[in-house]
């Protein structure tokens, strides 16, 4: 029986009978040498079940020893020629390093850097090479393509390898980072600015392995429901295990294991740095996330030593080198791949004296060269093998690699690894003798890109590899080969005709009511996407459980409490609803997958997300900002919306400023429908041009949960309701005429302060209705742009002028929002007009619509008092009658600004 060190299966003088310890566990050893790991596996799990049973306090861990989970006998054998591909491998090496470093030496007059990766790339250049060469499947037919979410700093490296392919060209290269003239490449995966190479951005750390999740949760999605074939695909998410620390990297593992997605692989980079320093410089990362994965349910597949050190394992039968494996922290480990052989012998072998002796036959650069997985040609392969392979459960794979791989002294394993850019002769002479990067010399101040010839073995090699997958990667369709037919508006008559007599209804109401009846049509029906999170009674749209189910791969196995009720809650495989519980970064996830669908899956899909608006693009507008970079195509509800039209909820629920906030992603076109004709003309538009024209843009549409009576539209107005404004009830012929201005549910205070001023004042109020103070701001920009830039044409007019220069006096706006969503169109009043805005800025309180709308000083008195005002301003009426109002109506002048109440 071999000696074992007291330390490895427990203190010996905490174990009472050691000789017994010792032959459970020879038993346990002699059973997998003869019947297999199974057999062992099973007894274990037996052995478990009656100590539970014996009511024996089990302790619990989701780790294994700190080796490869695969063992050297059952790795897959890697197809192909590796020597080629390592030969490619430093070609694209050579070359990511010269796009940057090129960058890097320019000189601009004004100063400054570009920046730009090398180290990242450095330590994934394995693992991308054996995913091009041998994994990722390319869109064929009518078959889609693998997803791949692209660690972003990582970028420089795929675009050596397109240089390769003939893809980019080397003047683009030579432009990395410099995209203003239309011929750079962009800092990361950006499909905005290369909308036929990158399918996704993730470079805003954590949001790549969230959208990966629900990518492939989508692709289920798709499938369940026969739209689309998904069977074959895979989503792979390469991570960078600091990345791992982001809220939304870890937060939806569970979604993914409980949803069964074996269509997903994430591979997360452990090379053990951060930007600043180590990830756990006092801890194990890859152990750490093990335990996160595999305790959510996951298939985790180590991959921490390459194949110099199989040898060594083998050897270990006293368990020490695993031990110490183990027992070394991961700052420790960085520091060895930052010196050299000698230092590994004396400070990592140097912990025992066995290891010593294990190792004294070797050299210092036999010590040097032993490798981490991750760089590993052969074993990379087998894991993604067997990652490709594994059902019932999503794969995460945990690599061990060193940072800077192979750029030296100059970064290699060292802190400062992230920003090396700025390489000098010395080191990139070092970095060409390491990876035997065929040029002179002569030319190496020069950092020329390498190519080798079109008929050399490699590049035949690298094309044919391809090939054989389907074509290259990255790629992006900017259109769906689809065409499908948008319903008429007359197809949403229930919305767009006035309520009957009495009748009175929400603009959520109304939505519901459009989404009901889009889903009648034949061709467009199947094809939307309704989304949401855990508030579908809030806004009345229960009676689609029943109607068309809520997807879950599982169905239902239960009998829901209401089955007896009409609209009770279903659970279908082929559901159509995306219910994602109480999870707003969920929701907007999943409305991305589905938004850009006509992309990633080659059809065309609607989503309707509908949720609080407070908890949507201030919650989740990173995501927000992604999905306007990826020319996502679908529909944001914020619905609840405005400061003062929901009761009682108080300040985190009441919203007064999404529209700001959309306002910043130029391909959000955002509306504050009043009415339910509105609300319908809106979203019919949008369907046209983003299913029928494909155009890149998406819509944000507050709407509110006030009932009141809808005057249905008016034949004619279509246009201007689009385009953001139209007189929506006229005025009279008095002598004193002044323009209200208003959207959302303070518009009827508009319509009641109309009333007010004609009776009480004598004044002749028109009022207009502006679903998009953004869209009318966008265009009036658009036209000072024009008029600036072409001074000798005939300038153009921006709309708000053309409607407001035929009526005469003073502008009031007031909406549910703050200030500045309308003054943003100020400078577009006619000449010699005044304006004047009230909004809610400030913070939300509970209390009745009244009682708010009096605190912002919104309510339709507070607008009537501005009306005189203005005109007392223009010297049409005396500053006493401004005093006479603010007395009739009871404003209370010593009161706090709102803003700082």
């Not at 850019?421 to 003798?433: A, G, S």
């Not at 239960?558 to 929701?587: C, F, H, M």
Request: with cysteine.
């Amino acid at each position: 029986m071999s000696a074992q060190p007291d330390h490895l299966f427990g203190s010996a003088s905490n174990d009472p009978d050691s000789q017994e310890t010792r032959e459970w566990i020879d038993a346990l050893s002699a059973v997998i040498a003869t019947e297999g790991r199974e057999r062992g596996h099973f007894l274990l799990e037996q052995l478990l079940e009656q100590a539970r049973q014996q009511g024996i306090d089990l302790p619990f861990s989701a780790n294994t020893a700190y080796v490869n989970t695969i063992e050297p006998e059952d790795e897959t054998r890697a197809t192909g020629n590796l020597e080629m591909e390592e030969r490619l491998r430093a070609f694209m090496r050579w070359n990511a390093m010269a796009m940057v470093v090129k960058a890097n030496r320019l000189d601009p007059a004004d100063g400054g850097d570009l920046g730009g990766h090398i180290s990242s790339f450095a330590s994934l250049a394995t693992m991308f090479g054996a995913g091009f060469n041998h994994f990722w499947k390319a869109e064929q037919g009518d078959k889609g393509g693998d997803c791949l979410y692209i660690q972003g700093h990582s970028a420089p490296g795929v675009y050596a390898r397109a240089f390769l392919e003939g893809r980019i060209s080397e003047d683009q290269l030579l432009n990395f980072r410099q995209e203003v003239e239309g011929k750079g490449l962009s800092s990361y995966p950006h499909p905005k600015l290369m909308p036929e190479f990158w399918q996704f951005p993730t470079v805003s750390m954590g949001l790549g392995p969230l959208m990966a999740i629900y990518q492939a949760r989508f692709l289920k999605y798709l499938h369940a429901r026969g739209i689309a074939d998904t069977s074959g695909r895979k989503v792979w998410a390469f991570l960078g295990d600091g990345e791992m620390d982001e809220v939304e990297s870890l937060g939806a593992i569970g979604v993914a294991a409980r949803e069964k997605l074996d269509n997903l692989i994430f591979v997360v980079n452990c090379n053990l740095q951060r930007l600043d320093g180590p990830v756990r410089g006092n801890g194990k990362i890859i152990q750490e996330l093990e335990g996160e994965f595999r305790g959510a349910g996951w298939n985790v597949i180590k991959l921490i030593w390459g194949s110099y050190w199989d040898p060594l394992l083998a050897r270990d039968k006293d368990g020490i080198l695993r031990q110490v494996m183990m027992d070394t922290l991961d700052g420790d480990y960085q520091a060895m791949k930052a010196n050299d052989g000698a230092f590994v012998r004396k400070n990592f072998f140097g912990r025992h004296p066995k290891l010593l002796e294990m190792v004294a036959h070797m050299s210092d650069d036999d010590i040097w060269r032993l490798n981490r997985g991750g760089h590993d040609p052969q074993k990379v392969y087998a894991a993604y093998d067997a990652a490709v392979k594994h059902q019932g459960e999503p794969t995460v794979l945990l690599i061990k690699t060193v940072k800077g791989f192979g750029m030296g002294k100059a970064a290699e394993g060292k802190n400062i690894a992230h920003q090396a850019k700025k390489l000098t002769d010395e080191d990139i002479k070092v970095f060409r003798d390491r990876f035997n990067i065929p040029i002179p010399d002569e030319k190496l101040a020069e950092i020329p890109f390498y190519k080798p010839a079109d008929n050399t073995p490699e590049m035949q090699y690298l094309h044919e590899r391809r090939k054989a997958l389907g074509g290259y990667l990255p790629a992006r369709r900017t259109k769906a080969d689809e065409q499908l037919k948008v319903p008429g508006l007359d197809a949403f008559k229930a919305v767009i005709e006035p309520t009957a007599e009495g009748r009175e209804i929400s603009t959520t109401q109304a939505y519901v009511r459009f989404l009901t009846a889009l889903l009648r049509d034949k061709e467009m029906g199947p094809r939307a996407v309704p989304i949401l999170v855990d508030e579908a009674r809030t806004f009345g749209m229960e009676g689609l459980f029943r109607q068309i189910g809520i997807y879950n791969p599982e169905g239902q196995k239960y009998t829901p409490q209401d089955r007896d009720q009409v609209s009770y809650y279903k659970e279908e495989v082929n559901g159509q609803i995306l219910q994602e519980g109480i999870n707003e970064a969920g929701g907007m996830a999943s409305w991305i997958a589905a938004a850009t669908s006509y992309s990633t899956n080659n059809r065309i899909m609607v989503p309707f997300y509908i949720y609080y608006s407070m908890f949507g693009l201030q919650r989740v507008g990173d995501l927000c900002w992604a999905a306007g970079d990826m020319q996502a195509r679908g529909f944001l509800l914020g619905g609840t919306s405005g400061r003062t039209t929901l009761n009682g909820e108080g300040l985190q629920h009441e919203d007064g400023h999404s529209h700001i906030l959309a306002a910043t992603i130029p391909n959000c076109i955002s509306y504050d429908p009043t009415f339910a004709h509105e609300v319908a003309v809106i979203m019919q538009h949008g369907l046209q041009r983003m299913v029928e024209k494909q155009e890149n843009v998406f819509y944000y549409l507050t709407l509110l949960n006030e009932n009141y009576p809808m005057p249905g539209l008016v034949a004619g107005t279509e246009e201007q309701i689009i385009k953001g404004m139209y007189l929506f009830k006229a005025g009279g012929k008095g002598k004193q005429q002044v323009q209200l201005l208003g959207s959302g549910s303070i518009l009827r205070e508009s319509l009641a302060a109309q009333e007010i001023l004609e009776k009480d004042w004598g004044v002749s109020a028109s009022v207009w209705s502006c679903p998009s103070f953004n869209e009318l701001a966008r265009e009036g920009q658009d036209c000072e742009r024009w008029n600036l830039l072409h001074p000798t044409e005939k300038a153009r007019v921006p709309f708000v002028t053309q409607q407001l220069e035929k009526s005469a006096g003073p502008v009031i706006a007031s909406t549910d929002y703050i200030k500045a969503y309308t003054e943003q169109i100020r400078p577009y009043m006619p000449k010699g007009r005044s304006y004047k805005v009230l909004g809610t800025d400030g913070f939300g309180r509970s209390d009745f619509r009244s009682k708010l709308r009096e605190h912002f000083e919104i309510n339709r008195h507070y607008i009537v008092v501005a009306t005189l005002k203005s005109l007392c301003d223009e010297g049409v009426v005396p500053a006493t009658k401004v005093a006479e109002a603010i007395q009739k109506y009871g404003i209370k002048t010593d009161r706090v600004n709102p803003l700082y109440a």
